[in-house]
């Protein structure tokens, strides 16, 4: 997303609108990063359309203002306001937007975790859809958009209740990690980047072998620990990668999977059940992974829709025409073996 960021800043005709809502955001702070981001003069045409719409309770209306006048908001008051009456405030964002010189794109990172957190606050279900609603609707007025997150969205629809049909038009994208040929040109370009003069493909192997993925981030940052240690042989950079590499991902990655597991609740013994079987296997039949998720006691639709969960997760990639599945990255594999 940063890099599509960064291309599209470069031609004059679009505006870029990134909005990190990791953590717990309150509607009043996504409120206020949107029109902070905001071309200035569309802001200010917003919040002075926002100030006009009728049937606004006072209390919004002075909430309003106060953006106006660059003072923050009134706390938890003024988050149940902007959520109770979003469908009306994003009508008018929806439609200043339009009007901009520029086309502003949207980019919303860590969006389930967003609409988790507010019904974790309180918000209702019924609120939480209302807000999707109105995400879809910008995006059917032709407003560009991209949602991510460490998360499924479906997932957190599923576990919520949340109407499904607010997603259906988003075009799912997977990163893949880097196939190994490509890992070795950038792995090649990284070291002439640090002027190691001494790299070579063997050394190129021991990364790919030894780091937890083939991700871009993951091989930069084994390069950094690699040039720091002066690693030239394959053993050397098979040691380096041991050390304060593999424990920033058991801090970062391996914590994050974790944690999403826990996301699954009552089904989370079923999930470790199909990983741990999955692991015993690798691959392993998707019907098989069914039958001993059904030693949990948990009904066939219901593993359906886990397994459906798992791989929108990134748990777990499933072939359509083999049916086979497999750990979606080596990296899950590696954090599942680590702590089963």
């Known amino acids: ?69 660059g003072k923050a908001g009134g706390g938890k ?34 969006l ?29 007025a032709g407003i560009p958009m991209a949602i991510a997150g460490s998360i499924g969205i479906r997932e957190i629809a599923r576990q919520h209740g949340l109407e499904m049909d607010h997603l259906n038009d988003l075009v799912s994208v997977t990163i893949p990690p880097l196939e190994d040929d490509d890992a070795k040109d950038m792995l090649r370009a990284l070291a002439a980047g640090f002027e190691l003069d001494w790299w070579s493909d063997e050394l190129a192997d021991a990364v790919i072998a030894t780091t937890a993925d083939t991700f871009p981030s993951f091989l930069q940052r084994a390069m950094i620990e690699i040039e720091s240690e002066d690693a030239r042989t394959p053993e050397a950079v098979a040691a380096a990668l041991k050390g304060t590499y593999r424990r920033e991902f058991e801090i970062s990655f391996f914590e994050q999977f974790s944690k999403r597991l826990k996301h699954y609740g009552d089904e989370e013994p079923t999930a470790r059940k ?41 748990f777990i990639a499933t072939d359509p025409e083999t049916r086979e599945a497999v750990f979606a990255y080596k990296v899950v594999e590696t954090w599942w073996r680590s702590r089963p």
């Open 112 to 140: 389930p975790y967003f609409c988790d957190n507010q019904i974790e606050a309180g918000v209702t279900p019924d609120t939480i859809d209302t807000f999707l609603a109105t995400l879809r609707r910008w995006r059917q």
């Open 77 to 110: 008051a003024d988050d149940s306001l902007f959520m109770e009456f979003w469908a009306q405030l994003a009508e008018a964002v929806e439609k200043q937007v339009l009007e901009s010189d520029k086309t502003i794109v949207f980019f919303f990172d860590e």
């Open 274 to 314: 199909i990983l741990s079987t999955l692991a015993a296997r690798n691959p392993c039949d998707v019907g098989a992974l069914a039958e001993a998720a059904k030693e949990t006691g948990m009904d066939d639709d219901a593993i359906q829709n886990l397994l459906i969960a798992l791989e929108q997760d990134a």
């Open 1 to 69: 997303m940063k890099e599509t960021k960064r291309l599209l800043s470069e031609d004059n005709k679009f505006h870029v609108i990134e909005l990190n809502l990791e953590g717990r955001v309150s509607m009043t702070a996504f409120v206020t990063r949107l029109l902070k981001q905001l071309p200035e003069q569309t802001g200010k045409s917003l919040l002075q359309r926002w100030t006009q719409l009728p049937f606004l309770p006072e209390a919004l209306t002075e909430a309003i203002k106060r953006f106006s006048d």
